[in-house]
């Protein structure tokens, strides 16, 4: 399943930004209670993201490399290819190499930039890989 998100409404010209207050994330059906804010299109897609401790993200995987670096909270992620898991904590990042089909597990309330190497949000999701 892929799942292309459109830019919100809310545009500040001044700053590239689109949106500078936190809003639900749309069509990302997975990540119901998630909210983004500071979306920026380009050169790429990089955008601050929260969840709430207790939220997992389901296999899925990127077109394109990602990057995430935490910036309250801590999150898990799991490789599900190597069956490796990485815990990663305020102040700490890690790219997510493309195709790499990981799972994200929010250990507490969490707060992280996002980037992914591309100027949309494209993501598939894997459910098989459960």
């Known amino acids: 399943m892929i799942s292309s998100i459109s830019s919100p409404v809310i ?14 994330i749309p069509h990302f059906p997975a990540c119901l209670g998630g909210e983004w804010k500071n979306l920026i299109k380009s050169p790429y897609l990089k955008t601050t993201m929260k969840f709430r401790a207790g939220t997992t993200l389901p296999p899925h995987h990127f077109p394109t490399m990602s ?13 599900l290819q190597t069956s490796q898991a990485y815990i990663l904590n305020t102040s700490e990042d890690c790219v997510i ?25 494209i993501v598939y999701w894997d459910f098989e890989e459960r």
Not at 11 to 24: A, D, F, V
Not at 103 to 121: G, K, P, R, Y
């Open 67 to 79: 990057r995430i670096t935490v910036l309250k909270g801590s999150i898990q992620i799991d490789d």
């Open 97 to 121: 190499p493309a195709l790499l089909v990981h799972e994200i597990q929010f250990l507490e309330d969490v707060e992280f930039e996002f980037e992914l190497n591309s100027n949309d949000m």
């Open 11 to 24: 545009s500040s010209s001044k700053t590239g930004i689109i949106n500078e207050e936190y809003t639900p």
